[in-house]
């Protein structure tokens, strides 16, 4: 019998590891661990390769020194994660990698994230041309596979090569999602990559609209509405990169941010969301003068919820405003949009239907 048979996925992933570390014990520089990951990737071995590399991030003697090295050891790793599908090898990797480049380089967590990302991005589209499938009918994608479930398949005949295929596009699918997470956790307090975070909410929220799913939509909402209030609370002493909630600055990204924030909430239907979202950014554009193209679409899509929610009079002041300010802020409006903007707040106007006295303080229901 093979004694290897009979280990288990969590003592094989201990052995590798151990394996991993002796091997880093023989290797005086990251290079040396670099070379011999890529060895072990021709000849076929890439979980050896990714434990050797995740060693060498972890090493005692490498997780404070930061070089060009170490970059390229980091970028490699990620992309053995993406394609092994390891997240939380990544994860680890991701927030070992930011405490080394807090103060040596923060520039270079800034192009390991993006090449993260789009390592995934990369991975998903192929599996999308591989197999066409029905995203909006997908599973839950922040929800764990049940125990009942991998056990049935391992007793069961194997699987046919579409149930194969589409748990393959589901899995790629999934690690997409947590590396957008994962990304948003590792930059949401860093003035400095304050850009980048924001990029990957865009992303996110793209990749919610385009999949249609509504639900991961509203988590990601939430994620971000908390790593923004928690900006506000204080936790002792500020480090010197931690982002400033009320910079000029901070408040204009945020503010675009949720401008395509309640865009997307808009075309998903998800009009409670919408709502909150228009209340937020409401309360950022008190703190900054927003761009004029902000402002009309804060307007315009105020008025869709209105609309929505039957507030027929407050849909027609949406539009009306909406006019006004295109009016007084575009220098080169034509007349064919001036035109559409003022037949849009004067049919607006004449749907305001009659109004009992009762009903004049009637509350906004969504």
């Known amino acids: ?42 000849i076929g071995k890439k979980q050896d390769a990714l434990d050797t590399l995740h060693a060498a991030i ?28 390891k997240m939380r090898t990544a994860r680890e990797g991701l927030y070992q990698y930011r405490a080394m480049c807090q103060a040596a380089n923060i520039g270079s967590l800034e192009i390991v994230v993006t090449r993260f990302r789009k ?36 007793i069961q005949a194997s699987d046919t090569r579409q149930q194969s295929q589409d748990r393959d596009v589901h899995t790629h699918f999934r690690f997409l999602w947590d590396t ?23 992303c996110a929220f793209e990749f919610c609209r385009s999949n249609q799913r509504p639900q991961e939509f509203k988590r990601l909402c939430e994620t971000l509405r908390k790593n923004y209030l ?11 990169h931690q982002v400033h909630p009320d910079h000029p600055d901070t408040v204009q990204r945020t503010l675009e941010t949720r401008c ?65 300010f295109v009016k007084a802020a575009k220098q080169n409006l034509s007349k064919e949009e001036l035109s559409l903007l003022a037949s849009k707040a004067v049919l607006s106007t004449l749907c305001v239907p009659f109004q009992k006295s009762s009903d004049m303080h009637a509350t906004l229901e969504l």
């Open 260 to 324: 395509r924030q309640l865009q997307i909430a808009t075309e998903l239907g998800l009009w409670r969301e919408s709502y909150m979202t228009a209340t937020e950014i409401y309360d950022l554009m008190s703190k900054c003068r927003p761009k004029p193209h902000l402002r009309s679409m804060y307007y315009e899509y105020l008025g869709q919820i209105f609309w929505k929610s039957d507030n027929h009079l407050f849909h027609a002041f949406a539009c009306l405003k909406n006019l006004m």
């Open 119 to 154: 390592v995934a991005e990369e991975k998903v589209q192929e599996a999308k041309k591989q197999k066409d499938l029905a995203m909006a009918e997908m599973g839950d994608l922040d929800e764990m596979e049940a125990p009942q479930t991998i056990l049935l398949r391992a």
């Open 230 to 240: 928690d900006l506000h609370r204080p936790t002792g002493k500020v480090p010197a």
């Open 1 to 42: 019998l093979n004694p290897a048979s009979n280990r288990s996925p969590a003592e094989d992933r201990a052995r590798r590891v151990a394996e991993a570390d002796r091997a880093m014990a023989t290797f005086q520089k990251p290079e040396n661990a670099l070379k011999r990951a890529e060895e072990l990737i021709d």
């Open 180 to 202: 957008y997470k994962v990304v948003l956790d590792v930059l949401k307090s860093n003035a400095r990559l304050e850009e980048v975070y924001h990029e990957t909410a865009k």
């Open 58 to 85: 972890q090493h005692r003697k490498f997780r404070n020194m930061w070089t060009q090295t170490i970059e390229s050891i980091m970028l490699r790793h990620l992309e053995l994660c993406v394609e092994l599908k």
